[in-house]
């Protein structure tokens, strides 16, 4: 069965480290899930070029274009890869905008890689002091390993370095995503189009 | 089909002038806004129920609809929304019972939550009980329309024993029920379940949203056994703003649409106007997106128009109900064409009444 990874990004220059960082992720994650033998698809989701949907979702309450279409991606995905910038000791506005204004529910369930860039490594705990209690909160499964690249960290090859915490991380996401699901994801606002909760029960409760 | 156009009674400063209207100046507007929906050949008039400024709509609707009734002849008055959730049940079944006999049966409403937290614990509640309010006060709110004397006990209200709900509903018809929701499955599934109306909003979301609400809503209609999906009974909203040339009517909206407090900051009128059922325009641009609504929601029976918002003068709104008044031939014949004869008419006392009538003439021959 195909294993549907949706990365979501949050850089906003071009080159992106941003968006290297989560390139590598995406691919290693491909990488673990077809050993395992498993088939990959692999969607992108640039936030900078959503920026103005997203600002209109805030005040509008809907999704248009584009930032719909991204939506839906993600209530089809087996795993996501989201990655941001770090911005004043957090994740990036831009980056929270879009979880902000997923439906309830959207990402329960979901096997999830946390990623982040930053000029320098000091900033790196912003993944387990900042990403980790949001994916927590959306009830997500963020896998153990969060992967923090600093600028240092795209000229260095030492042992323990960038590529070594990117495989370590997609393994984990790749293990994540074909283990049994420990729970059944619960139901969305789709869910509730497709097979309403039929009125005799929303009655009895 | 029926017209008609409602209102949330929004006392909104006025852009281009920076004045707001005091309470008594909306309030004598809105009975103004009515009266001239009669007097162009509307079919209903709407107002929304609200607790809390920037509105000055009624607590209780049928305080503004009663003084409607007296002035006007055909209009057929209506709520957009009744809290169903906050309010009382036993207060909502009384009093709009009580309207049914002064208008003489030309009241029907419709049932929303409200979307506004705070209000919930002013009336002792929460917002988070919305959609189980809704279903246990509109269980109660049927059966005392349509029982002499009830017994009950819920959840959320003192229980009832041997209770007669007065005045009884007009001729025992109750008067129809809409549900109005602009995002919840649940209530499309309540207005289903009933066989009652369904109402969409249709203002402040895509077509797309409002497809997939009613077409669930038909889905579970036939499913429930009340008809077929296309014998549903469905309502929709819309906003819209004339002037004979389509710039003129751009123009001058824009400073209401940039202000608004549920539009301003966000895209801009032309974004939102392609995003949205919003048509600014001229009046044969409001009669072509008008007539494209069946495309994604099939023959329906109400079409509602938001007209007098966001600060907009009265002198504005009667001359926008005048350009509607134009119009309205031109939207009849056009949805009156290729409507199957099988799709029902937005159901009215008389016809309730009617139906009743035959079913006991039924009953008595078996």
Do not use: C
Request: overall charge negative; proline content about 7%; cysteine-free.
């Amino acid at each position: 069965m195909t294993r549907r990874i949706v990365v979501v990004t949050a850089g906003l220059s071009t080159p992106s480290s941003t968006r290297i960082l989560a390139d590598q992720l995406a691919a290693a994650t491909a990488g673990a899930l077809r050993t395992r033998g498993e088939q990959v698809q692999v969607d992108v989701i640039e936030l900078r070029a959503l920026a103005r949907p997203l600002a209109d979702n805030l005040v509008t309450g809907f999704p248009s274009g584009e930032l719909a279409a991204a939506v839906g991606l993600l209530r089809q995905a087996d795993a996501l890869i989201a990655v941001t910038p770090v911005f004043s000791a957090s994740y990036s506005g831009l980056f929270k905008t879009f979880f902000d204004v997923l439906e309830p529910d959207l990402l329960a369930g979901l096997p999830v890689l946390m990623a982040a860039t930053g000029g320098t490594a000091r900033h790196s705990m912003v993944l387990d002091h900042a990403l980790r209690p949001l994916f927590n909160y959306l009830k997500a499964l963020p896998v153990p390993t969060g992967v923090y690249a600093a600028t240092e960290d795209f000229g260095n090859t030492a042992d323990g370095a960038l590529a070594g915490r990117v495989e370590r991380a997609a393994a984990e996401l790749a293990n994540a995503v074909t283990a049994a699901p420990i729970a059944t994801r619960p139901r969305t606002l789709a869910d509730e189009f497709d097979e309403p909760t039929p009125f005799e029960d929303l009655l009895k409760a | 089909m029926q017209f008609g156009i409602f209102t949330v009674g929004d006392v909104t400063p006025d852009p281009t002038t920076g004045r707001a209207p005091t309470e008594q100046e909306r309030i004598k507007a809105t009975v103004e806004i009515a009266k001239k929906a009669e007097e162009i050949g509307l079919d209903v008039f709407a107002t929304g129920e609200h607790h809390n400024p920037p509105f000055a709509a009624p607590a209780n609707p049928p305080v503004l609809l009663a003084n409607i009734a007296a002035q006007t002849e055909r209009l057929i008055l209506s709520t957009a929304t009744t809290l169903i959730t906050t309010n009382d049940p036993v207060r909502i079944a009384q009093d709009y019972a009580y309207l049914q006999h002064l208008s003489d049966g030309r009241v029907d409403l419709m049932l929303g939550r409200g979307n506004t937290g705070p209000v919930y614990p002013w009336f002792g509640k929460d917002i988070r009980d919305g959609i189980p309010l809704a279903i246990e006060n509109y269980a109660l709110l049927r059966r005392l329309w349509r029982e002499d004397v009830v017994d009950w006990e819920g959840k959320y209200r003192t229980p009832l024993q041997g209770f007669t709900s007065t005045p009884r509903p007009l001729d025992g018809v109750p008067p129809f029920v809409w549900h109005g929701s602009i995002r919840s499955p649940e209530i499309a599934e309540q207005a289903a379940y009933y066989g009652d109306g369904f109402f969409s909003n249709h203002i402040f979301w895509p077509a797309s949203h409002t497809r997939q609400m009613v077409g669930l809503y038909r889905r579970r209609f036939e499913h429930y056994g009340h008809g077929s999906a296309d014998e549903a009974i469905v309502g929709l909203g819309g906003q819209i703003f004339m002037r004979r040339n389509t710039q003129d009517a751009v123009r001058e909206f824009r400073p209401y649409f940039d202000d608004a407090p549920v539009y301003g900051g966000g895209p801009s009128l032309e974004d939102f106007m392609s995003q949205t059922p919003l048509t600014v325009g001229s009046p044969q641009q409001v009669v072509e997106r008008t007539l494209g609504f069946r495309e994604y929601v099939g023959d329906y029976q109400r079409q509602m128009f938001l007209v007098d918002h966001a600060g907009l003068p009265l002198k504005t709104v009667l001359e926008q109900l005048d350009l509607l008044g134009e119009i309205l031939p031109e939207l009849r014949k056009g949805f009156e064409a290729d409507r199957p004869a099988h799709v029902p008419n937005a159901p009215t006392h008389q016809s309730l009444l009617a139906d009743q009538l035959a079913e006991t003439t039924e009953g008595a021959d078996q």
